[in-house]
């Protein structure tokens, strides 16, 4: 078996990883700082933009994630394959995991990064709606 192969696999699982937190990071801190500014963004935008852009964003953000995921699971899939193909005997035997937990490793964090993005984006939704009934004026 080539290394570099394998390493190529890693490397391509670590970037989607990356890119899965990195994302994450971006849009809570673009929904915390908006529930954070509403009455100051709203001086500035109709709320309907700021909604809008806000849903646009989050949900995309939530595809990405997931689209991650599954490039991950793709190298990893193709280096367990490479590896059993290169090992007569598996040292990592999937027979050695139950299915439970089988489960939980592969979708608990992508769940919890979805969970975290759409959270945060209902939080500033909300605020975005309730700020409307303090009576402050669209602009743009």
């Avoid at 954070?36 to 806000?54: D, E």
């Avoid at 997931?66 to 699971?73: P, T």
């Avoid at 490793?105 to 700020?131: C, K, N, Q």
């Amino acid at each position: 078996m080539d290394s570099n192969i394998l390493g190529f696999f890693q490397q391509r699982m670590a970037t989607a990883y990356a890119e899965q937190a990195w994302a994450v990071a971006l849009i809570s801190g673009m929904n915390v700082f908006v529930a954070a500014n509403t009455g100051k963004l709203l001086n500035g935008f109709k709320r309907w933009t700021l909604v809008t852009a806000v849903s646009i964003i989050s949900f995309f953000a939530v595809g990405f994630v997931w689209s991650r995921h599954f490039i991950f699971m793709h190298y990893d899939t193709c280096l367990k394959g490479a590896l059993a193909a290169a090992s007569p005997g598996s040292v990592c035997s999937p027979e050695n995991v139950t299915p439970l937990c089988a489960f939980f490793a592969i979708w608990s964090g992508v769940a919890l990064y979805t969970l975290i993005i759409t959270g945060l984006w209902a939080i500033a939704f909300r605020i975005l709606v309730v700020e409307r009934s303090k009576g402050s004026e669209d602009v743009l």
